[in-house]
T-cell receptor
């Protein structure tokens, strides 16, 4: 699976949009971009995933650049409960492995 | 909303003892996983399981580890002879399909080996 690069930490004001970047310059054509988050000591929580089109769900939006080498997770109105470590993971769409490979992620601190 | 559950939430054991961590995956899921997270470190893949056999395992998953689906609902991780370095959070996850589908994680079991 392709390697991803994320900033170590970010701050965001409560109520504002949080934009979390991820670089995945070696992504292959059959690899999806997944975002998970981990609130302190809890199990990782799925947020969103996409292949090349932008995606939106009730939690977040995912913007993938046209060349697919980077993406941004957007939390439109961050709350204190969104404080967590956010992981960007690229993963094949099919094949012989289902495992998720977690990096260090971005620690997002939402401040009042 | 269906969720993955894990028991116990905390387990303290003596070095050399056997522990069994239990998970109840989401009921219609077919693929099951164990991950662990040593305090302050990354979440690490241990093993995936499908159709009553291991699909993939990591280097961490040595002969001291085993997994089992003893009945239609439980999925267990056994550590035969625990070591101090096995102290970690252990997360179970399940998914409907293998590669593309979302994995849903349980709340974890915190294992402390003394």
């Amino acid at each position: 699976d392709a390697k991803t690069t994320q900033p170590t930490s970010m701050d965001c004001a409560e109520g504002r949009a949080a934009n979390l970047p991820c670089n995945h310059s070696t992504i292959s054509g059959n690899e999806y971009v997944y975002w998970y988050r981990q609130i302190h000591s809890q199990g990782p929580q799925y947020i969103i995933h996409g292949l090349k089109n932008n995606e939106t769900n009730e939690m977040a939006s995912l913007i993938i650049t046209e060349d697919r080498k980077s993406s941004t997770l957007i939390l439109p109105h961050a709350t204190l409960r969104d404080t967590a470590v956010y992981y960007c993971i690229v993963r094949v769409a099919s094949g012989n492995t289902g495992k998720l490979i977690f990096g260090q992620g971005t620690t997002l601190q939402v401040k009042p | 909303e269906p969720e993955v559950t894990q028991t116990p939430s905390h387990q303290v054991t003596q070095m050399g003892q056997e522990v069994i961590l239990r998970c109840v995956p989401i009921s219609n899921h077919l693929y099951f996983y164990w991950y662990r997270q040593i305090l302050g470190q990354k979440v690490e893949f241990l093993v995936s399981f499908y159709n009553n056999e291991i699909s993939e395992k990591s280097e961490i998953f040595d002969d001291q580890f085993s997994v089992e689906r003893p009945d239609g609902s439980n999925f267990t991780l056994k550590i035969r002879s625990t070591k101090l370095e096995d102290s970690a959070m252990y997360f179970c996850a399940s998914s409907e399909e293998y590669s593309q589908e979302t994995q849903y994680f349980g709340p974890g079991t915190r294992l402390l080996v003394l």
